[in-house]
Nanobody
């Protein structure tokens, strides 16, 4: 059974930083393109950043230069370093594991990030 478990969310002031982590268990981490998505109240879920098994990254325009996605394949762990946080970054952040060749797509339970003074 594949599981994704996120951690690292919380309350932070504008301009602050947080690092999210996501651990995958029950499958082979290298199979997947990994991603972070977020959903704010009343809004659709949106892609924040993705990273392939070889390390190619993509970012939403709204987070470029502030967020960094990375992965440690030896630890089956995905990270999202978030700097210069803004109130509009407030959302539930979800970890995703996607392997289209195998038709596999898994989601974590989400972690709340709140940016407020």
């Amino acid at each position: 059974q594949v599981q994704l478990v996120e951690s690292g969310g919380g309350l932070v002031q504008p301009g602050g930083s947080l690092r999210l982590s996501c651990v995958l268990s029950g499958s082979i981490f290298n199979l997947y393109t990994m991603g972070w998505y977020r959903q704010a109240p009343g809004k659709q879920r949106e892609s924040v950043a993705t990273i392939t098994s070889s390390g190619t990254t993509t970012y939403a325009d709204s987070v470029k230069g502030r967020f960094t996605i990375s992965r440690d394949n030896a630890k089956n762990t995905l990270y999202l370093q978030m700097n210069s946080l803004k109130p509009e970054d407030t959302a539930v952040y979800y970890c995703n594991a996607y392997a289209p060749v195998a038709a596999l797509n898994f989601w974590g339970q989400g972690t709340q990030v709140t940016v407020s003074s």
